[in-house]
């Protein structure tokens, strides 16, 4: 099946690359909606000896790789996140208003492609190799797609640049434990040989990747830029999932292949650079005023409550007995920040088409004349500011117990987020919502207008918003033996 999933994608994006416009959209939705549903059918039929889906076959007598395969219960999280955003992205540009042409749907499709392949690798060189071609497409629709064309040069470079550097470190690193472990597979590459001086080199050398792809303070000087003017979709895509794979790479391909380095200096270094960043990007977020660079900020500062669960975790398992909690929240969180994120850039795409501006203070007044957006767009920021009952609330209530449990100052000093982001979010609200009206009756009422399938992706992303958030325990039942199996490979070394 998983092999009908990799055709299915990469036939759908060629596909629409050598088509025309309307039925690149088509194909696109077709595709995407088909990825979903698929997924959601093998998830219902349960798991074989712990897998959902699987292919392994020979790839090469040059070096010990295969092409390796599989889905658990945290892999298919990530890849049903991945189908919702990549749907909601291509419904979003479902209107005849829509300027996208058929290679932007191409271009989804072949992002979505990379990204299930790094949810699904089970070896080194594969892992690589799919987090490199998730890196061209997203590349390319910053920088075609953008609304900043004088400075899509600019941004387009600088992420290029720090992704493509990123990513050679983290080869290297790999090569390195490859050395010692004599095969790209995971099971090889956990049983190596590294000594406490090799494992801290494979740590930041893998590890700077994926500090640069969340990013993580001080890696994150692409981000806001890059955020800020890409399309809406290149936003959303980069934000919602892209990020996820750093999530993901450090609880598959770092914890347990260099416990030791996580166990020492190394794990607490990276706690303290991610506490900086919870509180770094949540002051600027407070006194920005373009909406989009606004929330690129709140996503920084909450990717870093992510890494500090994780590592808080990962360390008090090292040095005192398994402790899953940091990780069981970063995951929750993760797959809630997919969702919030999304939601809320899908908004401010919205504000900025309806007001030809990306600042706030020029946004007044429209719930006044719409008050169904007004509502949805109330309900995802209640899930960013993990308010009790939302999709944000049971991770960000993991996450900073895990963080208390490692270090009560730096405890304390994670919890800031819930006051800031409560003030940055609220201030978004009221000055986008509440006050005059920016756009006086007989303004530009073609656009003022919320298009329907503007308000299906919000609907459905503030669906989600409360679903998880009264029942997370359909998330938790579905990683928590993924998880499990993750630590007690850790603690084995």
């Not at 380095?261 to 900086?276: P, R």
């Not at 117990?401 to 609200?429: C, D, F, H, P, Q």
Request: charged share 10%; with cysteine.
């Amino acid at each position: 099946m998983l092999e009908l999933i990799f055709i299915l994608i990469l036939a759908g994006a060629l596909l629409c690359f050598a088509t025309s416009k309307e039925v690149a959209k088509l194909v696109s939705l077709i595709t995407t909606g088909a990825l979903f549903i698929i997924l959601l059918y093998v998830l219902g039929n349960g798991s074989d000896k712990g897998g959902y889906l699987a292919f392994n076959y020979p790839f090469t007598q040059l070096f010990k790789s295969r092409i390796n395969f599989s889905a658990d219960g945290l892999s298919m999280l990530m890849l049903i996140l991945t189908a919702l955003i990549g749907f909601c992205t291509v419904i979003y540009y479902f209107n005849k208003n829509s300027n996208k042409d058929h290679t932007f749907y191409g271009l989804v499709l072949l992002m979505l492609f990379g990204l299930i392949g790094v949810f699904t690798a089970h070896d080194g060189f594969f892992f690589y190799l799919f987090w490199e071609i998730t890196l061209i497409p997203i590349w390319l629709i910053a920088g075609i797609y953008s609304s900043e064309r004088k400075k899509r040069f600019e941004f387009t470079t600088r992420f290029f640049v720090y992704t493509f550097v990123g990513s050679l470190f983290m080869l290297g690193g790999l090569l390195y434990a490859y050395q010692y472990s004599g095969d790209f597979s995971l099971p090889a590459l956990y049983h190596n040989n590294l000594n406490e001086i090799q494992q801290n080199v494979v740590f930041w050398l893998v590890f700077i990747a994926f500090a640069v792809k969340l990013p993580l303070f001080p890696f994150h000087s692409w981000q806001p830029d890059t955020y800020t003017y890409s399309p809406t979709g290149g936003t959303v895509l980069l934000s919602g999932v892209m990020l996820k794979m750093a999530v993901y790479g450090i609880l598959r391909y770092l914890l347990p292949i260099v416990p030791i380095a996580v166990k020492g200096i190394s794990g607490d270094i990276v706690i303290i650079l991610a506490v900086i960043g919870i509180i770094y990007g949540a002051l600027i977020a407070i006194v920005k005023y373009d909406i989009k660079r606004i929330f690129a900020y709140s996503s920084f500062s909450h990717v870093g409550l992510m890494v500090a669960g994780i590592f808080s975790a990962a360390i008090i398992s090292l040095r005192h007995g398994i402790f899953m909690e940091g990780a069981l929240g970063a995951i929750l969180q993760a797959f809630a920040h997919g969702i919030t994120i999304s939601g809320l850039f899908f908004a401010a795409g919205h504000l900025i088409r309806i007001h030809q501006d990306r600042n706030i203070g020029n946004m007044g007044g429209v719930a006044r004349y719409q008050p169904v957006f007004s509502v949805l767009f109330f309900i995802i920021l209640l899930g960013s500011m993990a308010v009790p009952l939302t999709n944000g609330f049971p991770g960000e209530f993991l996450l900073l117990k895990s963080v208390w449990e490692y270090n009560s100052l730096m405890g304390v000093l994670a919890g800031l987020t819930v006051i800031l982001s409560a003030v940055y979010m609220l201030r978004v609200y009221v000055k986008t919502m509440f006050g005059e009206p920016t756009i006086q009756d007989g303004d530009n009422l073609n656009l003022v207008q919320s298009h329907n399938n503007e308000l299906f992706v919000l609907g459905l992303l503030a669906l989600g918003v409360l679903v998880f958030g009264l029942f997370p325990n359909a998330i938790l039942n579905l990683i928590e033996a993924p998880i499990t199996e993750i630590f007690k490979t850790m603690l084995r070394k």
